[in-house]
């Protein structure tokens, strides 16, 4: 009980500091900026540890985080294939296949407005496809190994990127066309010095979309068969063995991953579509 | 008319290509299926036949094609087959009836509903936290974030079991990872949202010396209303997944996700495709409604 | 304070503001002192960016100054933003889209508490201050710019404020439309007494105007030269053709090229 | 009446039989027992369940149940109302498989979530590596159905007698294009479906004597389920959910589970279970358990029960 | 053509443009008649609304008049437009926030195939002319918004075109950068014999500048007069005292009013 009195204090306590810290005269320092996030994070995890052993939770409900940390520790090479396996050959390779094919659909889509007006539609309703049914068919498909993954991770990620391309591709003002227009610029000048640089920041928004969805299919599609690795694949036999602590350190592994892989999208953003109002200051 | 003509085209031109597609998928058990009957089939060894490629196998036994849009367990049912499922288990059956999909949409539409609504709801108020406090806005939008990358089927048994062991069943687990996935754009779309509103149109209520309520209920929220739209339109959608999901590891296997697994479990992928266009039927219809909401909540704002 | 003078209603000792960018701190003000009394109207004059609307902020207690006193009826400026004592008229227009031109003149007395009957005849009587009575049940993108213009300047008046501040109410209007206005604008402030603070781009604008133009000159901010009208309360649009005019006109022009000379 | 959680190991199906047909027979409730019959999934760990109070007795593998054991979770053997085991690998002929030393270079189908021990241990009786190469087998995790199998991405796949190997049967192909290894014929049987509660429960004489009725009656049912398949199948098919589940399907289950309950009067047989544990501990370099496990198993329920 | 006169540059006979809108249609343009001959420099002005605007699209060939004929250069509006015959400067800057002021520049010239060198030396020149050598490497949100009119007009005047066409090119700037820019538009227009047409709100701006004064009235959009100035190419600016350009200016100002007079 003690230990459970202790983390809501300390919860209190650290979010009075954030708030000090987050109204301080630093701010916006880079550095406090960074501060109060892992401080957030450090005192989440910080009252987990004292609730589970406050409460006595069993360990095969819900493990500590200083046993998931040994465990992340001891598994390093296990945890290491599993990212390979989902992560480098099934979530990236969708990503890269289902963002391209999306881009190159999407500029066709924007140039035929047929297509648009007939893709879209029916574009939305695929969209809603869960990937609970579409997983098992495309395990079927494409066979046990990444290449399914990498499938799932297309059909998820597919829609998204297109409808914010192309709603990107059509972001351009009545004037920004016209000044091309009086240039009586084709359709391959427009599409390059207008449409896609305006088109940027949405492209951008569908591939930040498009990170975390990668990573959760491919892992998710793990579930629906799979050879005897990945992260998906641990999860679920971990589950089944009530090594929590190892479906913990799989699942701060995808978190890791999946942070790191918005931050560089959202990085490169940053450096691509400085000139946009979201972007500055 | 002119709006139908191209979304026709489209979909004539998929389920064009569907059919095409079908003998080359179903080809392989297609052929041992009609071998077992007697059939004379090029090549004769199944084994021979996995490593051929399909295209050779259906252009030397061009005869089976037809066989393959009636198979019982098809790599790739035809649109008809599914159809035709779709029809059995909607029209023909009872909605009460357990084999009904009415019955099993209305299970997952109940669990999607009471996640929508909690989750956005929490995300709105998380939003208003955000956009209202410093310390709220700084440290909880990274995790925010870094909660979407965690793979929400892992943990979904663990809610449920979590949950019930608290005593908790039924509809609220279900609902819950629901909301899980469906805060999330929320959160993203009202914080743009609240923020929407320009220096100029909060320095104006500054002269005013308004409450931060005025200023929340007369510009804030009024100039989110289309982000929160646009928002609730991928939220709900998200809600869907989320109850399907859920209703994997749920038990009791009722719903839309426990007709998928069932389906899965015993190989009728006739059965998973007519779930799976039920799910998307019933996610466009959710988005439509939204839509409609939306047209009539911004015209009587003004805002079209 | 002495009880010899009137006491100024805003009153500006040796204000500094200095905004803490990225790169180079921009010295918006600097040094600038200024008494505006009772029933002036006073226009501010100067080349772009050289901290008109800044100053008008800081009266108005949206921004703060970094150096220096300011007082507004006697308070702090953020005190006197409290008291709800002025109205502000923003370069822009500003209306929020999803309400009517009235339910836009609404806003401020809503939030100040009028009651509902009392709102709806103040509504009223700003819209015919304004020209815009039939307008008023019409959302803002169905009016053009210049009607835009008018309802925002209806909503600062609906309230009772004894000060009006504005940042170059009248840029986007059209000349006839805009002496029109400036005409009316004259007649009200006869009638009211209210103090004006007034930011043109406008020489003529400032001159016809204005009991007292303000000069300012960029980088930094400061006052260049103050000139004190001498032309009647009674100003008919002809007045601008007579020498006093003219020779005002003059005076000012030549502050203003002087401060462009700085570039 | 006193409340009896019940979680199973997997969806709802005759392979429950016996408790369906108890809790409908009323059976429970002469024992004055109001049983919750809750059913499991692909992702439910009843261990879990159990663990976290969400049930009061679940029914498990024996591996799976020891191994949990030994990661702390004190789970008993109350009850085996299962004698023979129903899991067998499921072959193509025609690949030329006639015995496990065929294995090598071949991909398998394998259940994971638990259920993987018994092929594991198997196997590293045969000396034959998982990790995939000339010399081991290519490990699959099979998903839930046959299709691996019926599309020929594996040679062998994993099927229980009374379900999987019917819907491979069901799917058009004979039995003489199929060769199977029952692990029950291998010697590597280990005891599947048994009645697990947590040793802390134990230790309080009302759980003890809730348990005793719900064993009595639980094997009532059994046995009941085993005269009378038709009627026990088609009381599943009354508690199936899913609506997917189909007469035929469950009357030919109920047949076959049959023949695996038939020899048990619920009372664990000690010979079985240190088979078990013997193939479990045998694993080669990583075995399922690692030590004799102590306490997992009491004959006290059933000594009650079974009078 | 005629062999007598010379040819026009611009010529429209009873052009007429109407919107279809989703309620009733807006007659933007109605029976307006115009010869521009090379080298003119018209001026249009107007009550807001009133179709300057759109009066000039239509010379772009941007929109597609209802009714009458319009020829430019001889050719149709549209392909005018194809063969680059002239130079647009829009009523907002409109610069490209992604590339920079250079980039901006830079933009027509790639589009019609100028070599490397050659734009960078255009570029170069343009930039000196509206003075904001300095600033090619800046993005657009770095400057002000006056400067930003000046390389939007900069970025019309880098490739060769004889006809300019000008929307407001200088509503958003003070008045002395905009006399400024003032000399300096006449200056290139004498130097280069440019043809331009120039739309604007301010009655002086567009006596001081123009061959020829079109004056518009709103609702429908039409020319109520023609004013040509008598006033020299050479312009210095104290030519706005003159009695000459008081007395124009005063004939634009009551053809204005009259437009006014219908609202
Ligand atoms: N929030 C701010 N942060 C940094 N610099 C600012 C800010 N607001 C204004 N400035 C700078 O302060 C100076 C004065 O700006 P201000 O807006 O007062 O000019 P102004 O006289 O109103 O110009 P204009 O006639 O263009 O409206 C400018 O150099 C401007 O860039
Ligand atoms: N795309 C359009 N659709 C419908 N009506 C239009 C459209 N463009 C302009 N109009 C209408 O045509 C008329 C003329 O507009 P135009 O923009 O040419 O005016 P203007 O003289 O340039 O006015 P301003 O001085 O305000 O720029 C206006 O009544 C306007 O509302
Ligand atoms: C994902 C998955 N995990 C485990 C099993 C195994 N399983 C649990 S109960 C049972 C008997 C019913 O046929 C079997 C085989 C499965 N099928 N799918
Ligand atoms: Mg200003
Ligand atoms: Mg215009």
């Known amino acids: 009980m003690i230990l459970v009195f202790l983390a809501l204090g300390l919860w209190v306590a650290m979010w009075l500091l954030n708030t000090r810290l987050a109204n301080g005269p630093y701010a916006n320092k880079r550095s406090v900026r960074m501060l109060v996030p892992a ?141 091309m227009r009086t240039y009586g610029a084709g359709y391959w000048p427009s599409l390059t010095k207008l449409r896609l640089p305006a088109a940027m920041p949405f492209v951008f928004n569908g591939l930040k979309i498009s990170t975390t969805l990668a990573l959760i299919g491919a892992i998710v599609a793990e579930f629906f068969g799979s050879p005897t690795m990945g992260m998906g694949f641990r999860i679920s036999t971990s589950v089944g063995q009530l090594a929590l602590d190892m479906v913990w350190a799989e699942i701060v592994v995808a978190a890791l991953a999946g942070s790191a892989f918005y931050g560089i999208v959202a990085m490169a953003e940053k450096s691509l579509t400085f000139w946009h109002p979201s972007q500055r200051k | 008319m002119g709006k139908w003509l191209p979304v026709l085209t489209v979909i004539l031109a998929i389920f064009a290509g569907w059919y095409a597609t079908v003998p080359f998928m179903n080809i392989k058990e297609t052929l041992s299926a009609l071998e077992r009957a007697g059939a004379v089939v090029t090549p004769d060894s199944p084994i021979e036949r996995r490593d051929a490629p399909s295209f050779a196998l259906v252009v030397k036994n061009s005869f089976a094609v037809p066989a393959t849009y009636a198979q019982d367990r098809p790599r790739l049912p035809a649109p008809h087959q599914v159809a035709l499922d779709l029809w059995q288990t909607t029209v023909e059956k009872k909605i009460t009836s357990k084999r009904s999909l009415v019955y099993h949409g209305w299970i997952t539409l109940s669990a999607t509903l009471l996640g929508f609504v909690i989750g956005t709801g929490g995300g709105i108020l998380l939003a208003v936290g955000i956009v209202h406090s410093r310390a709220m806005d700084m440290s909880v939008m ?88 646009a928002s609730l339109k991928i939220g709900v959608a998200a809600a869907l997944v989320g109850a399907i999901v859920a209703e994997l590891p749920a038990g009791g296997a009722r719903g839309l996700g426990g007709r998928m697994l069932t389906g899965s479990y015993y190989g009728q992928m006739v059965q998973i495709w007519s779930a799976l266009v039920l799910a998307a039927v019933l996610a466009a219809v959710l988005v439509l409604l939204i839509g409609l909401a939306q047209r009539m909540t911004l015209k009587r704002m003004g805002l079209t | 304070m002495a009880p010899s003078a009137i006491a100024p209603v ?44 800044t100053f008008l902020r800081c009266i108005a207690g949206l921004e703060t100054p970094t150096g220096g006193t300011l007082t507004v009826n006697g308070m702090s400026a953020d005190e006197a933003r409290r008291a709800r004592a002025y109205g502000y008229v923003f370069q822009a227009a500003g209306l929020y889209p999803w309400r009517t031109i009235s339910g836009n003149i609404k806003l401020p007395l809503e939030i100040m508490g009028y009651s509902k009957a009392d709102q709806n005849s103040r509504v009223a009587e700003v819209l015919e201050l304004v020209e815009l009575s039939d307008f008023g049940g019409k959302f803002p993108w169905q009016l053009s710019g210049g009607m835009q213009q008018r309802a925002s300047i209806a909503r600062a008046l609906a309230f009772d404020a004894d000060i009006l501040l504005m940042d170059e109410p009248f840029g986007a209007l059209d000349e006839i439309v805009r002496d029109h206005l400036n005409e009316q604008l004259l007649e009200l402030w006869a009638r009211t007494d209210k103090t004006i603070a007034f930011v043109t781009h406008s020489i003529p604008e400032a001159v016809y105007l204005s009991t007292k133009i303000v000069v300012m000159s960029p980088r930094p901010g400061r006052i260049t030269d103050v000139i004190d009208s001498p032309l009647p309360k009674e100003r008919p649009l002809d007045i601008r053709d007579t020498p006093e005019f003219i020779e005002i006109a003059h005076r000012v022009r030549e502050g203003l090229r002087a401060g462009h000379a700085d570039d | ?91 193509w ?24 021990y018994p092929f594991l241990s198997w196997m590293s009786q045969e000396g034959i590596s998982t990790d995939g190469g000339e010399d081991g087998v290519t490990v699959l995790k099979q998903g839930f159905n046959v299709d691996p199998l019926l599309q020929r991405q594996a040679d062998c796949i994993s099927t229980m007698t009374y379900n999987e190997y019917g819907q491979v049967l069901d799917a058009g192909v004979s039995e003489d294009e199929l060769v199977t290894f029952k692990y029950e014929d291998q010697g590597v049987a280990t005891l599947e479906d048994g009645i697990y509660v947590l040793e802390e429960n134990l230790e309080d004489p009302a759980f003890k004597d809730k348990m005793v009725r719900f064993v009595r009656a639980s094997m009532k049912g059994w046995k009941y389920a085993e005269e009378n398949p038709d009627e026990a199948a088609d009381i599943v098919l009354e508690n199936d959910e899913s609506g997917a589940q189909t007469e035929a399907h469950q009357q030919r289950m109920m047949r076959e589970i049959a023949k695996l309950t038939a020899g048990s009067n619920g009372a664990l047989d000690e010979a079985d279970y240190e088979r078990t544990v013997a193939t479990l501990l045998a694993g080669g370099s990583d075995p399922v358990i690692t030590k004799t496990p102590e306490g997992a198993w009491t004959s006290e329920i059933t000594d009650e029960a079974l009078k």
């Open chain 1, 39 to 179: 401080i957030f994070g450090l005192t989440i995890l910080a009252v987990w540890e004292l609730l589970v052993r406050g409460l006595n939770v069993p360990m095969v409900i819900l493990p500590a985080p200083s046993q998931v940390a040994a465990t992340f520790w001891d598994e390093m090479p296990t945890l290491w294939l599993d990212f390979q396996q989902t992560f480098i050959k099934g979530a990236l390779s969708g990503y890269i296949i289902g963002c391209g094919a999306a881009f190159l659909m999407a500029i066709l889509v924007d140039r035929y407005d047929f297509l648009k007006r007939g893709l879209l539609p029916v574009g939305n309703f695929v969209a809603a496809l869960p990937i609970v049914g579409t997983a098992p068919i495309l395990v079927m498909w494409f066979g046990f190994d990444w290449q399914s993954k990498a499938a799932v991770v297309v059909v998820m990620v597919f829609f998204p990127m297109l409808v914010n391309t192309v709603a990107g591709l059509q972001e351009t003002t009545a004037m920004q066309r016209d000044l």
């Open chain 2, 142 to 229: 990274p995790w925010a974030i870094a909660s979407q990358t965690i793979p929400i089927l892992a943990i979904a048994p663990m809610i449920i079991v979590v949950l019930n062991s608290v005593g908790i069943q039924g509809l609220v687990p279900k609902a819950i990872i629901s909301a899980y996935l469906s805060f999330f754009p929320v959160v993203v779309g009202m914080v743009k949202g609240l923020r929407a509103p320009d220096a100029m149109q909060l320095d104006l209520l500054k002269t005013y010396h308004a409450t931060q309520a005025q200023v929340f209920w007369k510009l804030r929220l009024p100039a989110s209303m289309p982000y929160l739209f």
């Open chain 3, 10 to 53: 805003i009153s500006a000792k040796s204000l500094d503001l200095t905004f803490q960018t990225a790169d180079a701190p921009v010295h918006a003000l600097k040094d600038v002192s200024l008494d505006i009394l009772p029933g002036d109207f006073v226009s501010f004059i100067g080349p772009s960016g050289c901290g008109k609307t």
């Open chain 4, 1 to 91: 009446a006193d409340e009896v959680k019940l979680q199973l190991k997997w969806v709802t199906q005759a392979q429950f039989a016996g408790y369906y047909v108890a809790k409908d027979k009323g059976f429970y409730e002469e024992e004055n027992l109001d049983v919750d019959v809750m059913a499991g999934g692909p992702d439910i760990a009843p261990a879990q369940v159990l663990a976290g109070g969400g049930a009061d007795v679940m029914l498990d593998w024996l591996p799976s149940a020891l191994s949990a054991r030994e990661k702390g979770l004190p789970i008993v053997n109350i009850a085996q109302p299962f004698k023979t085991s129903g899991l067998m690998l499921t072959c």
């Open chain 4, 93 to 116: 002929k025609d690949t030329g498989i006639t015995g496990p030393e065929d294995f090598k270079g071949r991909t398998i189908g394998v259940w994971f979530f638990g259920n993987e």
